[in-house]
């Protein structure tokens, strides 16, 4: 296997470059660096410090001639010279000199038909630990010539200097098309390395005709496969990881012309609140070779305390996919037969489960609703609603009517049918309502991709548009129109009507939809 060193990665110095070392080897490193502790059940456990979660505001793209009518600027997508990346390029890798740094080079796609080829160049153990059960590991043989398409370079120890680099703060997660090279500065964060590979993903694979998407995949015994959609903490990972089937992917695919596959070779879940009673395979999956982000040990015993949430609710696992037993190995799925959205409705309004016809999945995929908890973060009070362009707006660097339009088309030829499921509160809002349990969603899940749901009566609901079955095996049939859950029934349309009338107003900014799509929303 072909070695490197720093004057192949471009850096020059004296430091050492361990490449694609296995995971002992990295823990190993990583704690003679006092880089993190080991939990109880051997995985690493790392404090991020000051970056607990992406830094959006700190994410540019290098706007350059044969990019620039590609992007879809804005707040998301934010321009940077290509003289302050080449600027900041150059002095992170003058800080980098003389390291010892950890790469790994691998694949995103399990489809070798789309994959793309990344180099990682990590400045920490855990983080390169981190990537390499994240990614698609390659062979001995695939190693020997393997040759970067994308780079990426994460110095989390490098810090900008705002008046100088040009950045909002000491972070920057800058990404140049053109030259193919990701720079991630002062985030320890590792979220910040799996989303920036995502996005690139998201810019070349629409191009080569595949759909990508920030979503889960499972697929059944007899090869049925369902994906689905959802922004953070609607259960996109725990609805997946299911026992009764194989886990593809938990959160990153293509759609192409053969089927679908995970761009990953890993999974990231979110642990606060974890049990092995609601989530058994993630649970399990925390052990050697696991790099758990942010969560509170016992300093005397090593047990990780789920429930502490004090230096983020965002403390994470990142894992092989092989560390989900029934994970589907080869990460490759079928034409899905089932598209799920999952929302979690904080307002309490939104029915547990219904379903969609094409033109109303594609304005809630364009939409992208769930909502944010009061207490979650500083200064909410009360449940916001957020709407995330076909749920995963911060990684998509097109225009979102071309992932949409794509989606779209496949629904349709696949003839796939399409749930939108609320993981969220019934019987009122956060505070008043409780969270719809676990075992009722998994219930309308296996419902919907078995083909139960397709026997049954549905009614259109009045204020959101959309079909409400009249039952669902092992579901209470009562709590399946959320009217029904709510003591005071015209607190519910009140609120109802409020956030039908939120739906529509975010969906005014598409003022390019076509009028049978825009129509597909709720009436209020």
Avoid at 264 to 281: F, M, Q, R, T, V
Avoid at 372 to 386: C, Y
Avoid at 446 to 466: M, P, Q, R, T
Avoid at 467 to 483: A, G
Wanted: proline residues 5%; glycine residues 8%.
């Amino acid at each position: 296997m072909k070695t490197l060193n720093t004057m192949d990665l471009g850096i020059g110095g004296n430091g050492n470059v361990y490449r694609n070392l296995t995971a002992p080897q990295l823990v190993e490193i990583a704690l003679r660096n006092e880089e993190g502790v080991l939990s109880n059940t051997g995985a690493l456990v790392v404090n991020t410090g000051k970056y607990t979660g992406r830094s959006p505001d700190d994410k540019y793209i290098v706007d350059t001639p044969s990019i620039h009518n590609d992007i879809s600027w804005g707040s998301v997508n934010r321009p940077i010279e290509k003289e302050k990346f080449d600027m900041i390029r150059s002095k992170m890798l003058a800080y980098l000199q003389n390291k010892d740094l950890y790469v790994f080079d691998g694949f995103a796609g399990a489809d070798k038909k789309y994959a793309r080829k990344f180099r990682i160049i990590n400045e920490l153990a855990s983080q390169n630990l981190f990537i390499q059960n994240l990614l698609v590991n390659p062979t001995e043989e695939e190693l020997e010539d393997f040759v970067p398409e994308f780079t990426i370079i994460a110095a989390p120890g490098f810090k900008c200097i705002p008046e100088i680099d040009g950045t909002n703060s000491e972070a920057c997660i800058a990404i140049d098309y053109e030259q193919k090279t990701v720079l991630i500065a002062g985030s320890q964060y590792s979220g910040e390395i799996k989303k920036s590979v995502f996005s690139v993903m998201n810019y070349v694979l629409p191009k080569s005709g595949v759909l990508s998407m920030h979503c889960s995949a499972n697929i059944g015994k007899d090869g049925d496969t369902a994906i689905f959609f959802g922004l953070s903490g609607t259960g996109k990972t725990t609805l997946s990881a299911d026992p009764e089937r194989r886990l593809i992917g938990d959160d990153e695919h293509g759609w192409s012309d053969d089927g679908i596959f995970n761009i990953e070779g890993g999974c990231y879940a979110k642990c606060i609140d974890l049990s092995e009673e609601n989530e058994p395979e993630i649970y399990r999956a925390i052990k050697f070779g696991t790099l758990l982000e942010n969560v509170v040990i016992d300093t005397e015993t090593g047990e990780p305390d789920y429930s502490n949430g004090t230096l983020t609710e965002n403390t994470r696992a990142g894992y092989p996919v092989t560390y989900i037993p029934n994970a589907e190995i080869s990460g490759k799925g079928n034409q899905p037969g089932t598209v799920i959205f999952l929302t979690a409705d904080a307002f309490g309004v939104l029915p547990p489960i219904s379903r969609l016809d094409n033109d109303m999945a594609m304005f809630h995929f364009v939409s992208g609703y769930t909502s944010k908890l009061a207490g979650t973060e500083r200064g909410i009070t009360e449940p916001q609603t957020t709407f995330s362009t076909c749920f995963g707006a911060p990684f998509l660097p097109l225009d979102p009517s071309i992932y949409a339009s794509m989606l779209g088309e496949k629904i349709k030829k696949n003839n796939s049918r399409v749930f939108l499921i609320n993981t969220g509160w019934s019987g009122g809002p956060y505070g008043v309502g409780s969270r719809i349990k676990l075992k009722y969603t998994r219930a309308m899940v296996s419902a919907a991709i078995s083909g139960e749901l397709d026997k049954v009566e549905y009614k259109l609901d009045d204020i959101f548009n959309v079909y409400i079955p009249q039952s669902c095996p092992d579901v209470p049939e009562e709590m399946l129109n959320p009217i029904n859950t709510w003591s005071d029934k015209e607190a519910y349309i009140k609120s109802a009507k409020e956030l039908s009338a939120k739906f529509n107003s975010n969906f005014k900014k598409y003022t390019h939809m076509p009028e049978n799509i825009v129509k597909a929303g709720p009436n209020y």
